[in-house]
């Protein structure tokens, strides 16, 4: 894993960019999107001429921070992710830039986007490319919680189906009661060092974390939770195309990614 590079010049002599310290994002684009089976990288699928990690680039730099971005991509996107951002950032953004080279699984993917955040970053959320279509309000709404509370954050959506628990062959065992459970989405929030302590301890585990605040509770560490939106779905499989292309109707999104 290595910087790929860095744009956007430091801020001014005498400014103090992040009195309460830092806020960070990492932007993990660095699957290979299999599911989906598109002859690109998931990330660099594009919606109506715009790639996946172009919206979420838009509506991270998009936020009223001084911010930390460093973008996960596979190695031979590195270039191309760079040229975007470049396209992207106004020119006096108060966003520094970095692109890295992701791993093979997911986690390996954010330790290599945290380790390359500056020291002073102190907030840490975690976001997948794979939803472009999160607000910025939701960021805010992650990012104040974790800043409230000094627990990591996850936003979540009730769940609606009815659900039920199943045998190999498909045959019904029993209702699962649905109360108590939620469908988690990202970005997820955390204190720097909860989630750098967590993910030092996560090889130890065999079977990979499907997400961040995973990673957390494996090391013991507390979740909670914020209201999620429709809006942030993921794209997996070709069925969600249609799913995020409504998004893009009616002008639901914007041209920064914003409501
Ligand atoms: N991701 C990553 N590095 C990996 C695997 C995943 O940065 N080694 C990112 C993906 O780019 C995506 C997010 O994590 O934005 C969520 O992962 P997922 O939806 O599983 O994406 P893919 O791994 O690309 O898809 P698939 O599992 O179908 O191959
Ligand atoms: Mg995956």
Redesign the pocket.
């Given at each position: 894993m290595s910087i790929a590079a860095s744009t956007r010049e430091p801020p001014p002599p005498g400014a103090t960019p992040h009195p309460l310290g830092a806020l960070g994002v990492v932007l993990?684009?660095?699957?290979?999107?299999?599911?989906?089976g598109a002859d690109v990288?998931?990330?660099f699928v594009e919606l109506r001429g715009r790639s996946?990690v172009e919206f979420g680039v838009g509506v991270v730099t998009s936020l009223p921070h001084a911010g930390h971005l460093v973008i996960?991509v596979p190695e031979s996107r590195a270039a191309q992710a760079l040229e975007l951002v470049d396209g992207i950032l106004p020119e006096h953004s108060q966003w520094e830039v970095s692109v890295v080279h992701?791993?093979?699984?997911?986690h390996?993917?954010?330790r290599f986007g945290v380790d390359a955040l500056p020291e002073a970053v102190d907030t840490v959320l975690v976001h997948?490319?794979?939803?472009p279509f999160a607000s910025a309000a939701l960021f805010e709404r992650v990012i104040a919680e974790v800043r409230r509370t000094g627990d990591a954050v996850v936003p979540a959506l009730p769940v609606v189906d009815t659900l039920k628990r199943i045998d190999a062959n498909g045959m019904v065992h029993e209702t699962v009661d649905r109360a108590p459970l939620v469908a988690v989405q990202t970005p997820q929030g955390f204190p720097r060092e909860v989630l750098a302590a967590a993910h030092a301890t996560a090889a130890l585990h065999s079977e990979p974390p499907t997400d961040d605040a995973e990673v957390v509770q494996r090391a013991g560490g507390r979740v909670r939770t914020v209201p999620g939106e429709l809006r942030a779905h993921?794209?997996?499989t070709p069925e969600d195309l249609p799913i995020l292309d409504s998004f893009l109707t009616a002008n639901a999104v914007g041209p920064g990614g914003e409501a």
């Open positions: 993990v684009a660095a699957g290979r999107g299999e599911r989906l990288p998931k990330a996946l996960v992701g791993g093979r699984e997911r390996e993917s954010v997948d490319a794979a939803r993921k794209l997996t």
